[in-house]
């Protein structure tokens, strides 16, 4: 089979490497992929969010299957212009995407259908939302409506922190058109649990919880990130709080999205507050997360690629979706001076890991050293440059939690690059919650 993977993160090194397992992926193609994911796959230089290239690319080489995973592509349609020429995807179409391209109808479907979340207002004009929040509840969150590269939520500790945020995407545009419209809601507070599922729209299978830090510095300090690392499964998500999301939260997002015509097929992020009223959902995403998928995937024992046919075919209940009674942790290394300003190109030198560890590259390119074939599933001898903020993950798998965190930051001492900077401190809640 000739498969593509649109993307060229991380979560997409992790998406190819679990793919690459079966022997029907005959050939994989990332568009555009990065350096690291060159060692795995051919990387082609199309952009994510070049839907027509994408499109003449699946036609020229006859794709059999296609995996778009991030969000811009999906809510742009990408899902729906392959699907067009008949090539069979897995990801949601436009219509269905929009339950992360729009916080807006993300939160007004949950109210629509009864399903738990915060309270929240809406607001399309500036002004109003300056009133309303000289009397809100402090702390508040203000999102803007659209897709912001994970960075459109702003937790406001004060009232001026959160006239700021609203201006900042309002007025200033920080976020483009995706903060014209702006979500002002109640903050929530409880432990965090990040739930990816396969769904065709009829069946729903949760995968393994995770607990992904936001924060850039250790003790949740600083600002916030894309993520700087995860841990599978999450200590909090119990067998008695998964029930009952399954009941309350699950369940009947599949079905309102049925209702409104807009069946979900492909990878249905949940993002979950246990709150002392019980869990509630803090936001959807149309796509696997990142870096949760980096931790999830390797815990799937089950093979990825049937899972995902099955889901685009809408026969996932005919199949096994299996994870390994593991845990898992993942450690991002990013740029020094991420998430703000950061320097790019220093070169990557990486040590003889060990069995039980993955590394995901996600900003990397090849150096001038590399030869001509080490973007097409080279054996590693590229030499990789940073070329982004959160530069790759080193995920371990081991019996335990405390062994995998172990493994993971022993093997993150055998990676080193100029300014590296990473948390020391990845699954430490996880850990005391186990106590």
Do not use: W
């Not at 995807?89 to 939160?107: L, M, Q, R, T």
């Amino acid at each position: 089979m000739k498969i593509m993977v649109v993307g060229g993160g991380g979560r997409e090194h992790a998406i190819i490497k679990k793919l690459k397992e079966n022997p029907q992926a005959e050939v994989i193609y990332a568009l555009p992929g990065n350096g690291g994911i060159g060692m795995d796959a051919c990387c082609v230089n199309v952009g994510a969010t070049d839907i027509d290239g994408i499109v003449a690319f699946a036609k020229e080489k006859a794709i059999d299957f296609a995996v778009v995973a991030p969000d811009d592509p999906l809510a742009m349609g990408c899902v729906d212009a392959l699907e067009a020429i008949g090539i069979k995807a897995f990801g949601p179409v436009k219509d269905a995407a929009i339950i992360e391209a729009s916080k807006v109808f993300a939160k007004d479907l949950m109210k629509k259908y009864g399903i738990p979340t915060a309270q929240y207002e809406v607001f399309t004009e500036m002004e109003p939302a300056l009133e309303y929040l000289e009397t809100a509840p402090i702390p508040t969150v203000v999102k803007a409506d659209g897709l912001a590269l994970g960075k459109g939520v702003i937790i406001a500790e004060t009232r001026e922190d959160a006239k700021a945020a609203v201006r900042s995407m309002m007025e200033e545009k920080k976020f483009g058109e995706s903060g014209s419209r702006v979500v002002i809601e109640e903050f929530l507070t409880g432990p965090e649990v990040s739930v990816l599922s396969f769904t065709d729209g009829k069946t729903i299978v949760p995968m393994v919880s995770s607990q992904d830090h936001k924060r850039a510095l250790d003790g949740d300090e600083g600002l916030n990130t894309g993520g700087m690392g995860t841990v599978a499964p999450n200590p909090y998500y119990t067998k008695e709080v998964a029930d009952r999301c399954m009941e309350e939260i699950f369940l009947p997002t599949v079905k309102a999205m049925n209702q409104e015509g807009r069946t979900f097929k492909g990878c249905l992020y949940f993002g979950l507050m246990l709150t002392a009223d019980g869990p509630k959902v803090i936001e959807y995403n149309c796509r696997f997360g990142d870096p949760e998928t980096q931790v999830v995937l390797p815990l799937l024992e089950s093979d990825l690629l049937t899972i995902m046919q099955a889901v685009a075919e809408e026969r996932l209940a005919e199949v096994e979706v299996k994870f390994a009674d593991k845990s898992s942790c993942c450690v991002v290394m990013a740029s020094g001076g991420y998430p703000v300003s950061y320097e790019k190109g220093f070169p990557i030198e990486i040590g003889q890991l060990d069995d039980n560890v993955d590394l995901f590259i996600a900003g990397a390119k090849a150096g001038e050293a590399a030869s001509a074939d080490d973007g097409c599933g080279a054996s590693g001898s590229t030499v990789l440059l940073t070329s982004g903020g959160r530069v790759l993950g080193v995920t371990a798998v081991a019996d335990t939690l405390q062994q995998a965190i172990d493994d993971a930051y022993r093997n993150v001492e055998k990676i080193s690059f100029e300014k590296a900077h990473y948390r020391k401190d990845i699954g430490q809640r996880a850990l005391a919650a186990q106590a």
